[in-house]
């Protein structure tokens, strides 16, 4: 049973850009038909923003112009009338590498304004971290995480591809066994009931920054949507973080910090 229900929402994110993938794919084949170059991004030439950001070495992430200088973020070349068909498909292959390693675009500014976020707060965990990015970025910025926790269940992540700070435990137990976690990062959960169940579990004055898409994007449940209504957090930290945050081309996660009551 729960293999069954693991199969049913380990794709659903994914499921939501499926027609998004296939036009990836078509597209990639009509430039190989007419001999047009294609970026190459296999593992002999993996692309600069990629080994930046997936290195431990890696002293600091691509800033948001030297992405936007390789790959369309945003939708921002339909405002600006640029298309480079060249440009679009490297974008959907280095976003299609990128997700086996983290699906938050994770850049130079947004760690940064997380620097700041972060002051507020003397305990942070990351649930649901996936392979560890982000908790070894805000490592590497300064910012202490008390534990990078998932439960090592996402299909496209391999067993040998997580860093060594994430433990594999269930975010639910993890929460219930430490309520003097200040803060709780939640990043692109499944759009199965794991976030509303986090939320319900937290403690008055926990708070939980999650980082995904709104009501009927392809993360969290519309349940989740409903309890958070009227408990986001704003302030200049914030702003901040919104500011500097860069999604993938066509995808629309922003961070959200909010607090129970
Ligand atoms: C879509 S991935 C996102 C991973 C990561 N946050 C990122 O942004 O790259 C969802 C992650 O949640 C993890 N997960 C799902 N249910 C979980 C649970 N109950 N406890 C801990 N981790 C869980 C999965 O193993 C997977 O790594």
Redesign the pocket.
Known sequence: MPQIKKQQHSTS?VEKRLSWLCWSWEQMQLSLTKKISVPDCSSDSIHPILRQTFSLTSKRLPTIAQIKSHIYTDRQWIEAGDFDRKKQLLTMMVRESYVGQ???LLTDEFIRSLQLLCNDFTSIVE?????GW?GHWLCKYGIRVQAS??????PD?PPDRYLDIVQQM???DYLRLHPEVELFIL????EDD?ASRIWQALRPGQHLLYIGEDRNGCTANNVFFELIHGHEVGNNATKETKQSFLSFDDFHDQPHLYQKG
């Open positions: 994110p983290s699906y938050v649930i649901g971290a996936g392979i982000l926790i998932d439960n090592k269940t996402w992540f269930d975010s639910l990043a692109w959960p499944e794991l």
